[in-house]
């Protein structure tokens, strides 16, 4: 339960009470949805991704950390009829944007986001746009990516790999192994 607090108290609170910081020289915080990175043929970024943002099913899509200033949008996109109430943002190293949760991108950032491999080598992903090329359904493209990642984080995404591998064909034969069991 509030306390009712008449507006005139809480000035005079404010007041009568301990100094206050001085705010001018804060840093702003990022909140609300991230912007948002969109592909084009050629563009590129470097970045970690950080999370599958799921609040909205209608919208899924992966969460960054930029690794370098990074052109985003926030509100509507320049293909949009209401464009104009959108705005192109730069996002700065260490704040976050999103981009949505493409094809063929999808099984690489959950395995990165499984693992938490990029975040163990404090490292990231460098995602370049290659072209957008249209599918069997008519009308509809899907973006083709090239993804690449620091040489030093190689060897840990290949072991974590393998030792996934060894985990599923482990687990298999125990399943087969039961199901023989079973059988007789």
Avoid: H
């Avoid at 507006?7 to 840093?27: Q, V, Y």
């Amino acid at each position: 339960m509030s306390n009712k607090v008449s507006p005139k108290a809480k000035t005079e609170d404010i007041k009568n009470g301990p100094a206050l910081p001085d705010f001018s020289n804060w840093s702003d915080e990022q909140i609300g949805f991230s912007p948002y990175w969109t592909p084009a043929p050629g563009k590129w970024t470097y970045a970690r991704p950080i999370a599958r943002d799921e609040r909205d099913p209608e919208f899924i899509r992966y969460l960054f950390v930029a690794l370098m200033p990074t052109p985003c949008r926030r509100g509507p996109g320049e293909d949009s009829p209401l464009k104009d109430n959108g705005e192109n943002v730069t996002v700065a190293p260490g704040e976050t944007f999103s981009m949505s949760v493409y094809y063929q991108l999808r099984d690489l950032f959950d395995f990165y986001l499984e693992t938490g491999i990029l975040d163990q080598a404090n490292s990231g992903v460098r995602i370049e746009a290659i072209k957008e090329v249209p599918t069997k359904k008519s009308g509809q493209t899907v973006w083709q990516f090239k993804a690449q990642v620091d040489p030093k984080v190689r060897p840990l995404l290949d072991a974590k790999r393998a030792e996934i591998r060894q985990l599923q064909m482990a687990d298999a034969a125990e399943r087969k192994a039961l199901a023989s069991e079973n059988a007789s």
